[in-house]
């Protein structure tokens, strides 16, 4: 029974059960990443257009970033309060979340919707666009938006289904969605000649499946959450508290966007298309890379929310303090390794010397920050699955918004366009720093019954 798998969250020894629940969500972070990826590794080898295709694909990427932002409002605002309730006993608060989490989903992609057609032209120019990557970039897009209800389906309820201990079912949803776009993209792309359109129809079409499964996966009969007719109805107390605790991912996903629109000004301006290229293979790498961390963490999360919610804070400290040592260790290795082989990731993208060459230059300083950023990186996912909204979301606010926006903007007025690529470590190493700080003076405070019946 389903239950029974729910409530092993509890009983469980905690290395099997964090395997259990963290090996499908790596896999399927790892298969999402490519899901974006394969689009850019084949839209790079465009004969004759492939670097202005991939700028221009690469100058929408906050566009689409700020719309997933909007899915990790109500998947991870809402799934760890389902999660603590679960714990609780409470199966039908648990459903009425997540019911509130769909109905949010529809209105944020309405929103998202309208907004991007209506104004796409004057924002992908803000956003670094020129007359040279404009087209590819309103063609992507355009196409692109149809899918949006399809991408909040499927990464705002995905969490929803990990939360009750079907990791592996969450895992199959991603896999749908990215093996019918690797099998898609060369045929749109280059069989049938449509060029930057093919990928984003493939892209799509491959969303579809994936939200055809999700959904069905939470209309099972199997499923310990359900979705239901009744609970679609809005709850505004019940919104308010998945507002509260989803405006940190939110802001951590939206600020990328804000990140990316910076970045790509200021590389425009200082450095042009080629700079814009580079900085598009550069975050395309540090994705690829960081997917594992983000699908252990998304794993592990669950249990410590179960957990808390059931007053067992013993195997809280274990989960977290495992959790955190792991993505410390694992972006130590990982950016140890963009630092020493730059020029072989970025082959993976382009075949062009002089792009190749200037990512060879760039990036060990770009990700050098990465080395600690592991820190926080467990840090932040631990302050969502315990509740913590207000340092969740001072630690989202931290790095990108107090740091690394005013540095990329103050840096280039003293070293040109290396001033951008400084920021990015500058701001990773301090925000991890004090991240960490604030976990250790607030861990304690947290872990106790008196914080856990403030929760409603």
């Given at each position: 029974m389903?239950?029974?798998?729910?409530?092993?969250?509890?009983?469980?020894?905690?290395?099997?059960?964090?395997?259990?629940?963290?090996?499908?969500?790596?896999?399927?972070?790892?298969?999402?990443?490519?899901?974006?990826?394969?689009?850019?590794?084949?839209?790079?080898?465009?004969?004759?257009v492939?670097?202005?295709a991939?700028?221009?694909?690469?100058?929408?990427?906050?566009?689409?970033?700020?719309?997933?932002?909007?899915?990790?409002?109500?998947?991870?605002?809402?799934?760890?309060?389902?999660?603590?309730?679960?714990?609780?006993?409470?199966?039908?608060?648990?459903e009425?979340?997540?019911?509130?989490?769909?109905?949010?989903?529809?209105?944020?992609?309405?929103?998202?919707?309208?907004?991007?057609?209506?104004?796409?032209?004057?924002?992908?120019?803000?956003?670094?666009?020129?007359?040279?990557?404009?087209?590819?970039?309103?063609?992507?897009?355009?196409i692109?938006?149809?899918?949006?209800?399809?991408?909040?389906?499927?990464?705002?309820?995905?969490?929803?289904?990990?939360?009750?201990?079907?990791?592996?079912?969450?895992?199959?949803?991603?896999?749908?969605?990215?093996?019918?776009?690797?099998?898609?993209?060369?045929?749109?792309?280059?069989?049938?000649?449509?060029?930057?359109?093919?990928?984003?129809?493939?892209?799509?079409?491959?969303?579809?499946?994936?939200?055809?499964?999700?959904?069905?996966?939470?209309?099972?009969?199997?499923?310990?959450?359900?979705?239901?007719?009744?609970?679609?109805?809005?709850?505004?107390?019940?919104?308010?508290?998945?507002?509260?605790?989803?405006?940190?991912?939110?802001?951590?996903r939206?600020?990328?966007?804000?990140?990316?629109?910076?970045?790509?000004?200021?590389?425009?301006?200082?450095?042009?298309?080629l700079?814009?290229?580079?900085?598009?293979?550069?975050?395309?790498?540090?994705?690829?890379?960081?997917?594992?961390i983000?699908?252990?963490?998304?794993?592990?999360q669950?249990?410590?929310?179960?957990?808390?919610?059931?007053?067992?804070?013993?195997?809280?400290?274990?989960?977290y303090?495992?959790?955190?040592?792991?993505?410390?260790?694992?972006?130590?290795?990982?950016?140890?390794?963009?630092?020493?082989?730059?020029?072989?990731?970025?082959?993976?993208?382009?075949?062009?010397?002089?792009?190749?060459?200037?990512?060879?230059?760039?990036?060990?300083?770009?990700?050098?920050?990465?080395?600690?950023?592991?820190?926080?990186?467990?840090?932040q996912?631990?302050?969502?699955?315990?509740?913590?909204?207000?340092?969740?979301?001072?630690?989202?606010?931290?790095?990108?918004?107090?740091l690394?926006?005013?540095l990329a903007?103050?840096?280039?007025?003293?070293?040109?366009?290396?001033g951008?690529?400084?920021?990015?470590?500058i701001?990773?190493?301090?925000?991890?720093?004090?991240?960490?700080?604030?976990?250790?003076?607030?861990?304690?405070?947290?872990?106790?019954?008196?914080?856990?019946?403030?929760?409603?």
């Amino acid at each position: 029974m389903q239950t029974t798998e729910n409530e092993l969250m509890g009983t469980e020894k905690l290395s099997k059960l964090m395997l259990k629940m963290a090996i499908p969500s790596i896999l399927a972070q790892i298969i999402n990443i490519l899901y974006n990826i394969v689009d850019r590794i084949y839209i790079g080898r465009i004969p004759d257009v492939g670097i202005n295709a991939l700028t221009g694909v690469g100058v929408t990427f906050p566009i689409l970033t700020f719309i997933s932002a909007f899915s990790a409002f109500v998947g991870a605002g809402g799934a760890p309060l389902s999660a603590i309730w679960l714990g609780k006993g409470d199966r039908d608060k648990a459903e009425k979340i997540m019911g509130n989490g769909v109905f949010l989903l529809i209105v944020f992609s309405v929103l998202c919707m309208a907004a991007f057609y209506i104004f796409m032209r004057p924002i992908l120019y803000a956003f670094g666009a020129s007359d040279s990557t404009y087209g590819y970039a309103s063609s992507y897009l355009s196409i692109y938006l149809v899918g949006t209800l399809l991408v909040q389906l499927v990464l705002g309820l995905n969490p929803y289904i990990i939360t009750q201990g079907r990791s592996t079912h969450a895992m199959v949803s991603i896999v749908v969605g990215a093996v019918t776009n690797i099998v898609l993209d060369p045929i749109f792309i280059f069989v049938f000649k449509m060029g930057v359109r093919g990928a984003a129809v493939a892209t799509v079409i491959s969303q579809l499946f994936s939200a055809i499964w999700t959904v069905y996966v939470l209309c099972d009969k199997k499923s310990t959450l359900k979705i239901k007719l009744k609970f679609l109805k809005p709850d505004f107390k019940i919104i308010g508290h998945i507002c509260a605790l989803g405006v940190s991912p939110f802001i951590m996903r939206s600020t990328e966007s804000l990140v990316g629109i910076v970045l790509n000004r200021g590389l425009q301006l200082y450095g042009g298309d080629l700079h814009v290229a580079t900085v598009t293979v550069m975050q395309s790498i540090m994705q690829l890379i960081f997917a594992p961390i983000s699908g252990f963490t998304q794993g592990v999360q669950p249990i410590i929310s179960y957990n808390y919610g059931a007053g067992k804070f013993h195997r809280v400290k274990r989960t977290y303090r495992s959790m955190i040592g792991i993505c410390f260790v694992f972006s130590l290795v990982a950016t140890l390794l963009t630092i020493f082989l730059p020029r072989f990731f970025a082959s993976m993208f382009t075949t062009d010397i002089t792009l190749i060459e200037l990512v060879g230059r760039q990036m060990p300083v770009f990700m050098f920050g990465m080395l600690f950023f592991g820190l926080q990186m467990g840090i932040q996912p631990t302050f969502l699955g315990l509740g913590e909204a207000k340092l969740s979301l001072f630690i989202a606010l931290l790095r990108k918004v107090l740091l690394l926006v005013p540095l990329a903007i103050i840096l280039p007025k003293f070293f040109g366009v290396w001033g951008i690529y400084y920021a990015e470590p500058i701001s990773d190493i301090l925000s991890a720093t004090i991240a960490t700080l604030l976990f250790i003076f607030n861990i304690r405070r947290i872990l106790t019954t008196e914080n856990l019946e403030k929760i409603k």
